[in-house]
T-cell receptor, first 113, second 114 residues
């Protein structure tokens, strides 16, 4: 079945550091790819998405590019802030029909001032 | 604020009991999804409803059931509760106006089974 693998956490960085959170997937066909973020005590918020190969999703300084050849969707940010501390989930869903999200295990990110 | 509401926020109950979790989707959204987030299983899809009808099922236990009412709110019923059912239960809704659908998540209901 479809699956998503994220880099193990937790990840701790200093403010203004460069962030990469790796995500690879296994899926039949051509899934759509998402990054969701979960701040402490809150639900999940969509951070960005990409629906086809070579698409780049971006939001709030975060970017991820849909790489079909490497089945990856790595999340990057050039300069992180303390407010970026959260748990980040990579996810996929298929086209049409049931649109259930398949999530990775989540990566906890802590940014120190 | 995603516009999806869930009640109650917290629920503490005992093994063997039955509880009902409620979800109100965003205005106009026809699809409702339920997910379970636990430490050992991560985030798992349970079930989807679209305009009152069951659309897809995931790893939902037979002790669990759900429904979506004519006003589009949904309820997740958990019965014969076990310690392992303790988890955060999320509801999400989507507008079903584009492909792929963006799912908007509620704040969740934290269930603790003692």
């Amino acid at each position: 079945g479809d699956s998503v693998t994220q880099m193990e956490g937790p990840v701790t960085l200093s403010e203004e550091a460069f962030l990469t959170i790796n995500c690879t997937y296994t899926a039949t066909g051509y899934p759509s790819l998402f990054w969701y973020v979960q701040y402490p005590g809150e639900g999940l918020q969509l951070l960005l998405k990409a629906t086809k190969a070579d698409d780049k999703g971006s939001n709030k300084g975060f970017e991820a590019t849909y790489r079909k050849e490497t089945t990856s969707f790595h999340l990057e940010k050039g300069s992180v802030q303390v407010s970026d501390s959260a748990v980040y989930f990579c996810a996929l869903t298929g086209l049409w029909g049931a649109q259930k999200l398949v999530f990775g295990q989540g990566t906890r990110l802590t940014i120190n001032p | 604020d995603s516009g999806v509401t869930q009640t109650p926020k917290h629920l503490i109950t005992a093994t063997g009991q039955r509880v009902t979790l409620r979800c109100s989707p965003r205005s106009g959204d026809l699809s409702v999804y339920w997910y379970q987030q636990s430490l050992d299983q991560g985030l798992q899809f349970l079930i989807q409803y679209y305009n009152g009808e069951e659309r897809a099922k995931g790893n939902i236990l037979e002790r669990f059931s759900a429904q979506q009412f004519p006003d589009l709110h949904s309820e997740l019923n958990l019965s014969s509760l076990e310690l392992g059912d303790s988890a955060l239960y999320f509801c999400a809704s989507s507008p079903r106006t584009s492909n792929p659908e963006t799912q908007y998540f509620g704040p969740g209901t934290r269930l603790l089974v003692l």
